[in-house]
């Protein structure tokens, strides 16, 4: 199963080469990281240089990806995107904006969570779910809750956690949806369609979301 069944074909997603954690950014990039760990400075490099990859790929004007004051990149007018990390894995997935309104994507190791970290990820529901699906990746909860948030956060612009959400996981399609809880504190748009996707590539779970305008066609 190819990384790009986690989106739609018009998203690009490029999973960042050996090169791609060591080349140089710009100087406004650059600044960015100035004074971080060597490991914050490589990730950040592989992620913006897999960005430009996907950028380019899709004719987008060349320039610097900034961030803003949440960490969100800044993406081309006209553009969307989202970038993930781990320790030897970076994805960046992009696309035109249109009728993908949103996109989230996560990358995270095959490994368990520590117990005391899942209770504060998953509920009831979902630990219980998990617990019987031991076939399983066992971060699937959290990746996906994570890519969701990357998905949301650039249209709610604030933070909600992780028990504001419940995931229904459809293991045979892989994909998933979610139900906001009673705790939610945030309003997801009604509006727009929420697609999620997971899935297991060469050693790594990669969750995907996107949100689209309800009525247009994604495959
Ligand atoms: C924002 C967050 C999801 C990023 O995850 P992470 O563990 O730092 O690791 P990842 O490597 O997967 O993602 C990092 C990238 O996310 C992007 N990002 C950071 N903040 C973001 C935001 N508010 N919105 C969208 N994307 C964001 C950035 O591109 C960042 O990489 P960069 O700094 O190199 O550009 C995480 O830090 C967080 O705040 N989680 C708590 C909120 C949450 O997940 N709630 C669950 C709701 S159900």
């Known amino acids: 199963m190819e990384l790009s069944t986690l989106f739609p074909p018009d998203v690009v997603i490029v999973n960042a080469t050996d090169e791609m954690w060591t080349t140089p950014l710009c100087r406004e990039e650059e600044k960015l990281i100035e004074g971080s760990v060597a490991k914050r400075q490589s990730e950040f490099r592989a992620g913006r240089n897999a960005a430009h990859a996907a950028l380019r790929r899709l004719d987008a004007p060349p320039g610097p990806l900034l961030r803003n004051e949440d960490r969100q990149p800044v993406w081309p007018q006209?553009?969307?995107?989202?970038?993930?990390?781990?320790?030897?894995?970076?994805v960046a997935a992009c696309a035109v904006a249109g009728d993908l309104v949103s996109i989230g994507v996560d990358v995270e190791p095959?490994?368990?969570?520590?117990?005391?970290?899942?209770?504060?990820?998953?509920?009831?529901e979902e630990s219980a779910f998990m617990a019987r699906h031991g076939?399983?990746?066992r971060r699937l909860i959290f990746s996906a809750k994570e890519s969701l948030y990357k998905c949301y956060y650039p249209?709610?612009?604030r933070f909600f956690g992780f028990h504001s959400v419940s995931l229904d996981i459809d293991?045979?399609?892989?994909?998933?949806?979610f139900t906001p809880t009673e705790t939610c504190k945030v309003a997801f748009p009604q509006a727009l369609e929420f697609h999620g996707?997971?899935?297991v590539w060469e050693d790594h779970l990669y969750t995907g979301?996107?949100?689209t305008a309800v009525d247009s066609v994604t495959d």
Request: aromatic share 10%; proline share 4%; with cysteine.
């Open 209 to 211: 979301c996107f949100l």
């Open 78 to 90: 006209g553009f969307l995107g989202s970038i993930s990390h781990c320790n030897d894995s970076c």
């Open 197 to 199: 996707r997971f899935l």
């Open 171 to 177: 293991i045979s399609n892989r994909q998933f949806i």
């Open 155 to 157: 249209l709610i612009r």
């Open 135 to 137: 076939e399983l990746p």
């Open 110 to 124: 095959l490994k368990p969570l520590s117990t005391g970290v899942a209770r504060y990820i998953d509920t009831d």
